[in-house]
């Protein structure tokens, strides 16, 4: 009897290790297995076969990530402090040097990505990363895709989300933006200044060679004043013009 209870005993236990072989990944994951704590391949996805014991595996994940990256405290080329936060997307490309070259390519990653953000944005003015955003991104997304390269990732986006000032800056730049408007309204005025005295110029010079055009101009305005209903009209007129008109009555 004893014998019997044996025999289903050892059948059980070999119908469970013959069980425990057949293992299921989806389609983004990836098993990475060990023989004897030697690599010896990647499987996946579907049904694959791991042998208890002799063989070890790791799975790995291969859909993109997203990675908040924490508030940094940056200090710019231009001595501004500034807090800056940022958004990273990664994913694995290969799943053999993500497990082998690194212990924990998120932490990992984490950590790379909050020491580039601080370096590559100190080696910047304020003006630079409130208004070329796309350009640091690109910078940030190169130095880490490089750096990241041996661990098997493939970094494909990075976003800065906020730059934050504190309030004497602020007030500071706004300050810096309203005395760039009053210097633009300035050289506007000035231009147009400069516009129309070269105009009357050209207008002056017209004139003094058609005398007929200037009493033309005397007789226009003449007509514009007596629309403001004005009693009395006080009017210059050069002695060539009033001679003009004496030596016509004569």
Known sequence: MMFSYFWIAFAILVIGFVFSMFRILREYER?????????????????????PVIQQMVKVDLRVRVLDVPSQDVISRD???????????????DSER????????????????????????????????LASRDELNQDIQ??????????GIKVTNVEIKHVDLDEDMVRVIARQAEAERIRRAKVIHANGEKEASEVLLDAARTLASQPQALQLRYLQTLTEVANERSSTIVFPLPMDMIESFMNRDR
């Open 31 to 51: 098993g990475v297995i060990f023989m004897l704590g030697r690599y010896y391949k990647v499987k996946g996805p579907g049904l694959i076969l791991v042998v």
């Open 79 to 93: 001595n501004v402090s500034v807090k800056v936060n940022a958004v990273l997307y990664f994913r694995v490309v």
């Open 98 to 129: 993500a497990v082998i070259n690194v212990e924990d390519f998120y932490a990992a990653t984490s950590q790379l990505s909050q020491t580039t953000l601080r370096s590559v944005l100190g080696k910047h003015e304020l003006d630079e990363m």
């Open 142 to 151: 190169a130095i880490l895709d490089e750096q990241t390269d041996p661990w």
